[in-house]
């Protein structure tokens, strides 16, 4: 049985490097990233873009992404209880508005993909809320963070290091 305590943990929990640094490798790729989540983005509500990156990042174990998008949620105003209920958000009603969960809805259809497809009732249930525009651009904001969490996973981005502000 280890002795190690959840402090000893984290405090060596940032000590790997990552395999690559795609800004390093591949500047003009991440750039474009950056580029596409900015207009992906534009004209969405913050709060919801947050919840967006965060419950997919959920979804695809990305410790990193989980980390830096918390941060920038709580520094915008978001409630822990909200964070703390996202990944059960389904059973948590009361916490999240019906715009909020059509789009929670649409981001766990497009994200596990291998369910086979995004379901009409799923993708109807986010035109009732979103203008076509706004759809539009609420499923372009979760293919690119679907597209950020196979980055940083399979490059092993460790959690903890990312500092608000220094990304956007």
């Known amino acids: 049985m280890s002795t190690e305590t959840s402090k000893e943990a984290t405090a060596d929990a940032t000590t790997h490097e990552p395999r690559m640094n795609t800004l390093k490798l591949a500047p003009d790729v991440y750039q474009a990233m950056v580029t596409l989540e900015q207009a992906a983005r534009k004209g969405l509500d913050p709060v919801l873009v947050h919840l967006v990156k965060i419950r997919a990042s959920q979804i695809n174990h990305c410790a990193f992404c ?40 649409l981001t766990e259809a497009v994200t596990v993909l291998t369910d086979g497809f995004v379901p009409d009732e799923v993708y109807q249930r986010a035109a009732k809320h979103f203008d076509e525009s706004e759809l539009a651009r609420l499923v372009s904001l979760i293919v690119v963070i679907n597209s950020w969490n196979r980055i940083a996973v399979t490059s092993r981005m460790a959690p903890g290091a990312y500092r608000p502000g220094t990304h956007k």
């Not at 059960?88 to 059509?102: H, I, L």
């Open 66 to 105: 989980i980390d830096m998008h918390t941060k920038d949620a709580r520094l915008e105003g978001e409630t822990e209880a909200r964070l703390y209920l996202l990944s059960a958000w389904e059973e948590a009603a009361g916490y999240y508005t019906e715009k909020e969960r059509a789009a929670l809805a």
